[in-house]
């Protein structure tokens, strides 16, 4: 019997590109102040109610037919008030930015990166008591990710 392979989260990783085209654009943008991570692709759907043409007595049926792909990245954390003054720019100047999700894993073990292009829709500072500032941030990406499994 196989068992799974669990991804750990220090494996599981956000980056902002520095807003080059080049190669090594990733390479210093670890969002390490981003502890907790989330990936949300939802479906709207255009809701149709179609008559049953062979029976016009019976009950009206409701369907569905896919209408918009939707994803959003939500990453939270702890405010080092240095380090969030790039998001900050990044939501003050609604830059489109390209960012990625690593899966740190080889590719026989599901590996791969996400990258896409989005914008900072959201960002929330909060305390509560003397306790330390904590952040969200969302992003609304446009389009779907590119996956590229990793080597």
């Known amino acids: 019997m196989a068992t799974a392979n669990f991804l750990i989260g220090s494996k599981y990783r956000l980056y902002r590109s520095d807003g080059t085209i080049n190669a090594n654009r990733f390479d210093n943008g670890f969002v390490c102040l981003a502890v907790d991570v989330s990936m949300d692709r939802t479906t709207e759907f255009e809701k149709i109610t ?16 896919p209408r918009v792909l939707k994803f959003e990245v939500t990453f939270a954390g ?9 998001l900050k720019a990044d ?4 830059t489109k930015r390209e960012w990625r999700m690593i ?3 080889t590719n026989a073990n599901g590996g791969e990166t996400e990258t896409f292009f989005g914008y900072i829709a959201q ?4 305390k509560q008591n003397a306790g330390p500032v904590k952040f969200e ?3 609304e990406a446009q389009g779907v990710p590119t996956r590229v499994s990793v080597p």
């Open 50 to 65: 179609a008559n049953d043409c062979d029976n016009p007595g019976a009950p009206a049926q409701e369907l569905s037919s």
């Open 78 to 86: 702890t405010v080092d008030a240095k380090k969030i003054q790039v």
């Open 91 to 94: 939501w003050e100047q609604q």
């Open 103 to 105: 899966s740190d894993e």
């Open 123 to 126: 960002l929330k500072t909060s």
């Open 137 to 139: 941030c969302k992003i």
